[in-house]
């Protein structure tokens, strides 16, 4: 199997993560028959720079005629004072548009080795593995109308939450076979009682589970979702959910397991290209010394492999590697407790460390 990845590195630490994304692709994707042909392309900042826009037309020709992109992470304060539609943020933004991905996938597993540095005890945490499904195209953040004004002399905001039927079929379809890949659970998660827009989600939903017989839906209030997931977590196997709900809840189910380096995303659509891309950010607090956290951007190229490439037991490979990097007592310096004294190794090194475990 031959297959085109267009690799979008970014900016900050987004190069740095990459490479060794990239690299760890290369040496697996081989193993599993899966020939994989890159081309990287600039996107935010790095492409303002060179090209005035956060991402030019060509950029998006070449995604769409890939099989998977690989994204690294955009933004840093060089491009701060930008108007906001040239910030380096529109790039990212468009390129999800102009892919039509609107499933967002957050895995959020606890790898035993950092169960430690949860805010959680370690009995709560113990044995996590749960996946967001976010709906990332629609809802509050893009219904119209939308604005500010002043009217009778005084300032009105306005967003609007629209949802149609197509929209909440085609993502809990995303949700339904994941699950199937799974435990078999899907939670859908909403505000029946008070919203228009779940009531249909909750409909809806409901109709779609009858194409999958062999998964158990469950209902649940966002605001109960929401404590559930601190106090009773290892309860969910996928969770579904309206845009600003997915917002909220996935860094909260990603942030009880422990650090943001550790986070990978797929965003899927359609087209049958996926995105993938750490869920940090460009974090030019640390850029080009080295010490960024890989293992992001690494777990996201699994996801690639997963879900663009269907090479299950690639994807299996990167994870035990990654697991067994971190059992080993190997820690990038965003892994340490506080307090804990330990040596660390930079994101080159990490990079080396799994390419090790996988015997290249
Ligand atoms: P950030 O995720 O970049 O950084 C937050 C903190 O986490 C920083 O202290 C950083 O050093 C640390 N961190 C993040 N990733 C790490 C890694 N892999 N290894 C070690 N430490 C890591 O968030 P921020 O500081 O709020 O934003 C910085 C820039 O990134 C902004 O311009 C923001 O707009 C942009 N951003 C981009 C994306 C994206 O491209 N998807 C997402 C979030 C933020």
Same mark, same amino acid.
């Given at each position: 199997?031959? @297959?085109?990845?267009?690799?979008? !590195?970014?900016?900050?630490?987004?190069?740095?993560?990459?490479? =060794? @994304?990239?690299?760890?692709?290369?040496?697996?994707?081989?193993?599993?028959? $899966?020939?994989?042909?890159?081309?990287?392309?600039?996107?935010?900042?790095?492409?303002?720079?060179?090209?005035?826009?956060?991402?030019?037309?060509?950029?998006? #020709?070449? @995604?769409? !005629?890939?099989? !998977? &992109?690989?994204?690294?992470?955009?933004?840093?304060?060089?491009?701060?004072?930008?108007?906001?539609?040239?910030?380096?943020?529109?790039?990212?933004?468009?390129?999800?548009? =102009?892919?039509?991905?609107? #499933?967002?996938?957050?895995?959020? !597993?606890?790898?035993?080795?950092?169960?430690?540095?949860?805010?959680?005890? @370690?009995?709560?945490?113990?044995?996590?593995?749960? +996946?967001?499904?976010?709906?990332?195209?629609?809802?509050? /953040?893009?219904? =119209?109308?939308?604005?500010?004004?002043?009217?009778?002399?005084?300032?009105?905001?306005?967003?609007?939450?629209? /949802?149609?039927?197509?929209?909440?079929?085609?993502?809990?379809?995303?949700?339904?076979?994941? #699950?199937?890949?799974?435990?078999?659970?899907?939670?859908?998660?909403?505000? #029946?009682?008070?919203?228009?827009?779940?009531?249909?989600?909750?409909?809806? &939903?409901? =109709?779609?589970?009858?194409?999958?017989?062999?998964?158990?839906?469950?209902?649940?209030?966002?605001?109960? $979702?929401?404590?559930?997931?601190?106090?009773?977590?290892?309860?969910?196997?996928?969770?579904?959910?309206?845009?600003?709900?997915?917002?909220?809840?996935?860094?909260?189910?990603?942030?009880?397991?422990?650090?943001?380096?550790?986070?990978?995303?797929?965003?899927?659509?359609?087209?049958?290209?996926?995105?993938?891309?750490?869920?940090?950010?460009?974090?030019?607090?640390?850029?080009?010394?080295?010490?960024?956290?890989?293992?992001?951007?690494?777990?996201?190229?699994?996801?690639?492999?997963?879900?663009?490439?269907?090479?299950?037991?690639?994807?299996?490979?990167?994870?035990?590697?990654?697991?067994?990097?971190?059992?080993?007592?190997?820690?990038?310096?965003?892994?340490?407790?506080?307090?804990?004294?330990?040596?660390?190794?930079?994101?080159?090194?990490?990079?080396? +460390?799994?390419?090790?475990?996988?015997?290249?």
């Amino acid at each position: 199997m031959e @297959a085109q990845i267009v690799v979008l !590195a970014g900016d900050g630490i987004g190069p740095e993560v990459t490479r =060794e @994304a990239r690299r760890v692709l290369e040496v697996v994707a081989v193993r599993h028959d $899966c020939k994989l042909v890159f081309e990287e392309h600039l996107i935010g900042g790095a492409s303002i720079d060179v090209h005035g826009t956060p991402l030019r037309d060509e950029v998006v #020709a070449r @995604a769409r !005629a890939s099989r !998977a &992109v690989l994204l690294g992470a955009v933004g840093g304060t060089r491009w701060d004072e930008l108007p906001v539609d040239r910030r380096p943020e529109k790039g990212l933004l468009r390129i999800r548009k =102009e892919l039509g991905l609107y #499933a967002n996938l957050r895995p959020a !597993a606890v790898f035993p080795a950092l169960a430690q540095a949860s805010s959680l005890r @370690a009995e709560i945490i113990d044995g996590i593995d749960m +996946l967001v499904v976010r709906e990332l195209t629609g809802g509050l /953040y893009f219904g =119209e109308p939308r604005g500010i004004e002043v009217r009778n002399g005084c300032r009105e905001a306005r967003n609007t939450l629209v /949802y149609d039927e197509h929209e909440i079929a085609r993502i809990a379809r995303v949700a339904f076979i994941a #699950a199937r890949g799974r435990r078999r659970h899907l939670t859908h998660v909403h505000k #029946a009682n008070v919203l228009e827009t779940s009531q249909l989600w909750m409909q809806v &939903v409901e =109709e779609v589970a009858r194409d999958y017989p062999d998964v158990t839906l469950a209902h649940q209030l966002v605001d109960s $979702c929401a404590m559930l997931l601190v106090r009773d977590p290892r309860r969910f196997d996928v969770i579904v959910t309206e845009n600003l709900f997915g917002d909220i809840l996935s860094d909260e189910a990603a942030m009880i397991t422990g650090s943001l380096g550790m986070l990978p995303s797929a965003s899927l659509g359609d087209g049958g290209i996926g995105l993938y891309e750490p869920v940090h950010g460009s974090a030019p607090d640390i850029a080009g010394q080295d010490v960024a956290n890989p293992l992001a951007a690494i777990l996201s190229a699994a996801m690639l492999l997963e879900h663009s490439l269907d090479a299950i037991a690639a994807a299996a490979e990167i994870r035990e590697a990654v697991t067994a990097v971190l059992a080993a007592g190997h820690r990038t310096q965003d892994l340490l407790l506080p307090g804990e004294q330990r040596p660390t190794v930079g994101c080159r090194a990490m990079g080396d +460390l799994v390419l090790a475990q996988l015997g290249a």
